[in-house]
């Protein structure tokens, strides 16, 4: 019988350690079954066992595709104690069959992209539901939130509330590990209780009242609810506090909102846009949640006539969850005021809801969507029309033209002219202000800004038809 080979990882989430033993062994040929695999949380299990293997150079012959990387990545973060075995296993057979991947029905896959799913979601919602109170110490401002993470993904997440939060002082206190932000460095430390964690600020009262106003009590799914928020994150979320005493009172807001929709034509617009905005703040309808900061939802009178439609949020937008309000946005009020026409009065939205983007450095760099990503979002795009039901609609852009038309546009060409929408409304095409900032030639620039001012001078005067 081949002898057994033990493995110590640094940790629970050592995905490099891992990695690194992985491809040594498979290059060696040593089986699956021949592998103990251990961390510090399993560690007395086999603390007698032999000392872990030296790491070698990896064979180049090893098959390791991206796509295992990547889901390698996600799986290993998962708490079942058998992660690091079952990878294993799948990272040998793969050298056997490299198509092993796209095999969704072989378990062993089955079970690992559940776990990566398992694991992204639990990144997702440590993003979404975390929430920090603030206190003071002797350096001044410190943010302290309290985090219960099902998987091990602690460390994983840290770079994302570095750069989110870059300009502030926090702490990130979990079961596990805790991170703490000075502005400069993460430091590591024990993981902490609950009880270290401040239990309230005035800050609360701002997110009970945003909650409360946003809460829609026709759409009540408890199941659905505790899907998108775990009930294990109830407790530390100030804003689900209130929700008791508003499924309690859910009857008879139900009631009136069905009163006021029967006596007042779009009477339920409101509440309806309020819930769809809602439940796209969770969309994980394609990738680009992981990467993003949130959701921005489409804004506006749920009574425009006039629905204006970008490509996706940029930086600025993608902090601060609104669409249109970085440089492109302001080059769009300039015009639109041009045209006469009142940005207030029209719908704002993008074809696709999430930042889509390459680091660089420090910066994030605008990545142009995809035909997948748009047409996956092109669903809450929808949603907004429906509750909408603009008169016209005007794309801005080649992504805007084909989640409004649902096909490929030469904008050069389908300019300045009015297409019928399958729903009854006129479609209208122009530039994307970004392209008029773009322009390096100052004449060519005004030139082009005109044309996109008379542009949305013709996408108006089809209102007064
Ligand atoms: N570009 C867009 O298309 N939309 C925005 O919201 C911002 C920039």
């Known amino acids: 019988m081949a002898a057994l080979r033990t493995v110590t990882l640094s940790g629970p989430d050592d995905v490099a350690g891992w990695r690194d033993a992985a491809r040594t062994l498979a290059a060696q040929g040593v089986a699956p079954g ?30 390791v595709p991206r796509a295992f990387i990547d889901l390698a990545g996600a799986a290993l973060l998962h708490r079942d104690p058998e992660r690091f075995a079952l990878l294993y296993a799948a990272l040998c057979r793969l050298q056997a069959h490299p198509r092993l991947l796209d095999d969704e029905a072989d378990p062993l896959i089955a079970r690992i992209a559940t776990m990566a799913k398992a ?21 001044g401002l410190r943010y302290i939130a309290w985090f219960e ?12 509330f570095v750069d989110r939060f870059a300009a502030m002082r926090w702490s990130i206190l979990t079961p596990e590990l805790s991170l703490h932000w000075d502005g400069e460095t993460v430091r590591e430390g024990p993981g902490a209780t609950r009880g270290d964690a401040p239990a309230d600020d005035a800050i609360e009262a701002v997110w009970q009242t945003y909650y409360a106003s946003i809460f829609n009590p026709a759409r009540i799914k408890i199941g659905a609810m505790l899907k998108e928020m775990p009930k294990r994150y109830w407790k ?60 921005v939802f489409g804004e506006g009178p749920t009574s425009a006539a006039m629905m204006l439609v970008g490509e996706q949020p940029g930086d600025q937008e993608d902090l601060a969850g609104r669409a249109f309000v970085g440089p492109a946005g302001q ?43 748009i047409e996956a979002c092109r669903w809450w795009y929808e949603q907004e029309r429906l509750v909408v039901k603009p008169q ?9 033209a084909r989640s409004v038309f649902g096909r490929p546009m030469t904008i050069g060409r389908e300019r300045g002219a009015a297409h019928e929408l399958p729903d009854g409304g006129t479609g209208w095409v122009t530039v994307h202000p970004s392209y ?22 013709g996408a108006a005067a089809l209102l007064r038809r």
Request: aromatic share 6%; glycine share 6%.
């Open 436 to 457: 008029l900032l773009r322009l390096p030639d100052k004449a060519k620039a005004a030139e082009e800004f005109e044309r996109f001012v008379e542009d949305l001078r």
């Open 331 to 373: 080059m769009l009020d300039r015009a639109l005021a041009d045209a006469g026409v009142d940005r207030a009065q029209a719908y704002v939205t993008n074809a696709v809801k999430h930042f889509k983007f390459e680091r660089r450095g420090k910066r994030r760099i605008h990545s142009k969507p995809n035909a997948g990503e």
């Open 236 to 295: 530390n979320m100030p804003e689900t506090a209130l929700v008791p005493s508003l499924i309690a009172d859910a009857q008879a807001r139900e009631r009136r909102m069905i009163d006021t929709a029967r006596t007042q034509r779009g009477g339920n617009a409101e509440a309806a846009w309020h819930a769809l905005r809602e439940e796209a703040a969770g969309c994980t309808r394609c990738p680009l949640y992981k990467n993003a900061t949130q959701t």
């Open 34 to 63: 021949a592998v103990i695999w251990q961390t510090g949380e399993s560690g007395d299990l086999f603390a007698a066992a032999p000392a872990s293997i030296a790491i070698a150079e990896p064979s180049a012959r090893l098959r």
């Open 149 to 160: 993470p099902e998987h091990h993904i602690v460390r994983a997440n840290a770079g994302f």
């Open 119 to 139: 694991v992204r979601r639990d990144i997702h919602k440590m993003r979404a539901f975390l929430r920090f109170r603030e206190t003071h110490d002797d350096d």
């Open 392 to 400: 016209v609609t005007v794309a801005l852009g080649a992504t805007a």
